[in-house]
């Protein structure tokens, strides 16, 4: 069964700071997403990856970055956390583009 | 731009059959999921359509009209544990890559 690991269940940190999300998954995909869930607006996405060292931007990239130095894991990186910013935040991969995702069981951020 | 538009609640009782909507405007339409995510949890995969028709797994059955950009996802025989967010997911093609948007969700509430 495919496993999608997400760092950390619950996270708080504070305005300013450069916080890293870390997503590993086990079942060598080609495909890793960020989306970040906001109660009303529902899953949107930040960045897509579709191979080691590519991303794409999504929906909202703006005060994200990514990095994917090896298959298995791709990271989020918030350059510098506003209040904004505070959400919970899902990885997901897939084997194939337009695959079936699998899901991580998010990160709930808090930034104060 | 994508658009996805499902309802945003619905109640139904045990062992009743209930029918979620979603009609999507997407171009380079390539497919669209199911997902349904339990209040705390990481969303699992349903179902997916690629082609006009219904698609059948179990109690939950998927239908695609591409023409009409319109799917729907059917749930027979109720059950408590079905109460949860269905979440619709557009698939787009855009150059090489294949752009997922969701719609905001479905929350289903079953009573008895």
């Known amino acids: 069964d495919v496993k999608v690991t997400q760092s950390s269940r619950y996270l708080v940190k504070r305005t300013g700071e450069k916080v890293f999300l870390e997503c590993v998954q086990d079942?060598?995909?080609?495909?890793m997403f960020w989306y970040r869930q906001d109660p009303g607006l529902g899953l949107r996405l930040i960045y897509f990856?579709?191979?080691?060292?590519?991303?794409e931007k999504g929906d909202i990239p703006e005060g994200y970055s990514v990095s994917r130095e090896k298959k298995e894991r791709f990271s989020l990186i918030l350059e510098s956390a506003s209040t904004n910013q505070t959400s919970m935040y899902l990885c997901?991969?897939?084997?194939?583009?337009?695959?079936?995702?699998?899901f991580g069981d998010g990160t709930r951020l808090s930034i104060l | 731009g994508q658009n996805i538009d499902q309802p945003t609640e619905m109640t139904a009782t045990e062992g009743a059959i209930v029918q979620i909507n979603c009609t999507y405007q997407?171009?380079?339409?390539?497919?669209l999921f199911w997902y349904q995510q339990h209040a705390g949890e990481a969303p699992t995969f349903l179902s997916y359509?690629?082609?006009?028709g219904l698609e059948e797994k179990g109690r939950f059955s998927s239908f695609l009209s591409r023409s009409k950009g319109y799917s729907y996802l059917l749930l027979k025989e109720l059950q408590m544990k079905d109460s949860a967010s269905y979440l619709c997911?557009?698939?787009?093609?855009?150059?090489?890559?294949?752009?997922?948007?969701f719609g905001r969700g479905t929350s289903l509430i079953v009573h008895p």
């Open positions: 997901a991969s897939s084997f194939r583009a337009g695959q079936p995702q699998h």
């Open positions: 079942m060598d995909h080609e495909n």
């Open positions: 990856s579709y191979d080691v060292k590519m991303k």
């Open positions: 997407t171009s380079g339409f390539n497919g």
């Open positions: 359509n690629v082609l006009d």
């Open positions: 997911a557009a698939i787009n093609r855009s150059g090489g890559s294949y752009i997922p948007t």
